[in-house]
């Protein structure tokens, strides 16, 4: 099921393969992470001076009422404000490939984009968000949330920063690690399988979920992440990750969200609150379930349409880099 070495996949890796080294990707990382934490607090002090009334008579106590006054997954203001500070991450790798690497941000995009590859996971994006709406309706009896006079017009706002969120973690996860990795090994191992438990180990909350909740939902956002790693692997751009990302995250923050989740934005949210562990942990297993259908019917339309079809062995032997 994992995808094979192929002429895309080249493609995608061969401009962090011009400049590779043990020494460049860490200095990338360290100064990816150094501008996304400075970045983010300086966006937090500019929300304090815009959103906090008495920022300047107490510009700490100020800063300190953000993150619980501003920055409030149940509001609208705040969620398009979380949304956001996705700048500082898109800025951090940003810097950081043109600092260590000396490339630009388009080259972890990869070449393209692939028409059919990008309208093929269009036509299995539409399923997706239809069938996780249709699930969330039938299954736990959404309320309304944001009256729909007021959510139309927030989402001219809403989904191009979504669309920024997205980007941002797919340039981060399966644009520059994947990148830097599979130009270091040509194990999938190393390049698909680790970017993945990373992006799912960061969504790791148990002080929300529960123990047991907050290890489905890494297991869900890994799952998630080898998917994307897969389809950027076939189709040799990021892209089709960016498009199957955006309309996962569009459907679980802005058409029905889990209560006690990120809500703000959301039309409807589910009658269940999010400390009813033993619902939500049904919820989480059927949207895996329901995400990898639709990804074993990507798989087979991508075979069939010949997108990412494999090398010769001769090119995909044991120590050769893509």
Do not use: K
């Amino acid at each position: 099921m994992l995808p094979q070495m192929n002429d895309n996949f080249r493609a995608f890796v061969a401009p962090a393969a011009a400049r590779r080294g043990a020494v460049r990707l860490t200095v990338g990382i360290v100064v990816m992470v150094l501008i996304y934490g400075f970045l983010t607090f300086a966006l937090m002090g500019v929300f304090a001076v815009l959103f906090v009334p008495d920022f300047t008579a107490n510009p700490t106590g100020a800063l300190a009422r953000v993150q619980l006054d501003v920055i409030r997954f149940d509001t609208a203001r705040g969620v398009l404000l979380i949304l956001v500070t996705f700048t500082a991450m898109l800025a951090g790798v940003w810097i950081a490939i043109l600092m260590a690497h000396g490339r630009d941000l388009p080259t972890l995009l990869g070449p393209g984009p692939h028409g059919r590859a990008v309208r093929l996971t269009l036509i299995v994006a539409a399923p997706l968000m239809a069938v996780a709406i249709l699930s969330g309706f039938l299954s736990y009896d959404p309320v309304p949330n944001v009256p729909f006079t007021q959510w139309l017009p927030l989402m001219a706002l809403a989904l191009p920063l979504l669309l920024l969120q997205v980007s941002a973690e797919e340039l981060v996860f399966r644009g520059y690690l994947m990148q830097e990795f599979a130009a270091r090994s040509s194990r999938r191992a190393v390049y698909l399988v680790l970017p993945a438990i990373l992006f799912g180990a960061l969504h790791y909350d148990p002080a929300t979920l529960g123990q047991t909740n907050a290890l489905l939902v890494v297991l869900a956002t890994g799952l998630f992440g080898l998917v994307a790693g897969d389809v950027t692997m076939r189709t040799g751009t990021l892209w089709p990750a960016i498009i199957l990302h955006f309309a996962n995250n569009a459907v679980a923050m802005m058409t029905i969200a889990l209560d006690g989740t990120i809500t703000g934005l959301a039309l409807y949210v589910t009658a269940v609150d999010v400390t009813d562990e033993a619902t939500v942990r049904d919820f989480l297993l059927r949207d895996i379930l329901s995400f990898g259908a639709l990804y074993l019917v990507w798989c087979a339309m991508a075979t069939r349409l010949q997108i990412g079809a494999p090398l010769p062995m001769s090119a995909t032997s044991t120590g050769a880099q893509p």
